[in-house]
């Protein structure tokens, strides 16, 4: 969790699946955030993509509604990057 906080001051995130598997699948994430309550089907993909770009899945134990208060956002989220 404090990875996570260090994250929201001091990177530019990227909310939201399409757009993290789409910086993962393209190399250019370098971290990725994955809810202890993402879809099965979600997280399975990260995992996969991340494994084959090189990217570090960090797996938080808070849920995504957590996730949004931390990132200061009105909504619940699932995965994030920078």
């Known amino acids: ?3 996570l906080k260090d994250a929201v001051k001091d990177k ?3 909310f939201g699946t399409k757009q993290t ?3 993962v699948k393209l190399g250019k ?3 990725v ?3 202890t309550d993402c879809p099965a089907e979600v997280r399975e993909d990260i995992l996969k ?7 570090k899945v960090l797996e938080t134990d808070i849920t995504s509604q ?3 208060s931390i990132c200061k956002k009105a909504f619940s989220i699932n995965v994030l990057c920078y």
């Open 33 to 35: 955030f994955v809810a």
């Open 1 to 3: 969790m404090k990875e």
């Open 12 to 14: 530019q995130l990227i």
């Open 21 to 23: 598997l789409k910086l």
């Open 29 to 31: 994430a370098k971290v």
């Open 66 to 68: 957590e996730v949004g």
């Open 49 to 55: 993509f991340a494994n084959l770009a090189g990217t």
